[in-house]
Nanobody, 119 residues
Framework: QLQLAESGGGLVQAGGSLRLSCEASGRPYSSHVMNWFRQAPGKEREFVAGIRWSNGRTFYADSVQGRFTISKDRAKKTVYLQMNSLKPEDTAVYYC????????????WGQGTQVTVSS
């Protein structure tokens, strides 16, 4: 089972940008989708974005469409989440996970990385 490690979080002002990274311990299968989720205090974990490892097809939640971009580096076994035009409501712990479909998880989660957007 893949182990995942997120990094890149931090404190940023509204309108700013951050890039998160998720490094996998091994190479994902072609059928896998690498997904980013986030969880704000007192809220359920929600899907943010996903990318299919085989062909790079991307998937986004409506709330981040047009502001966030997910990408991958096959050689580095790493998935990135470029977050632009950040809003205070984007504040959350961000996690990456692997699944067969976007918005799902096999159940293996990294430790997460905190993103805080100040107004």
């Amino acid at each position: 089972q893949l182990q995942l490690a997120e990094s890149g979080g931090g404190l940023v002002q509204a309108g700013g940008s951050l890039r998160l990274s998720c490094e996998a311990s091994g190479r994902p299968y072609s059928s896998h989708v690498m997904n980013w989720f986030r969880q704000a205090p007192g809220k359920e974990r929600e899907f943010v974005a996903g990318i299919r490892w085989s062909n790079g097809r991307t998937f986004y939640a409506d709330s981040v469409q047009g502001r966030f971009t997910i990408s991958k580096d096959r050689a580095k076994k790493t998935v990135y989440l470029q977050m632009n035009s950040l809003k205070p409501e984007d504040t959350a712990v961000y996690y990456c996970t692997v699944a067969t479909n976007p918005g799902e998880s096999f159940g293996s989660w990294g430790q997460g990385t905190q993103v805080t957007v100040s107004s």
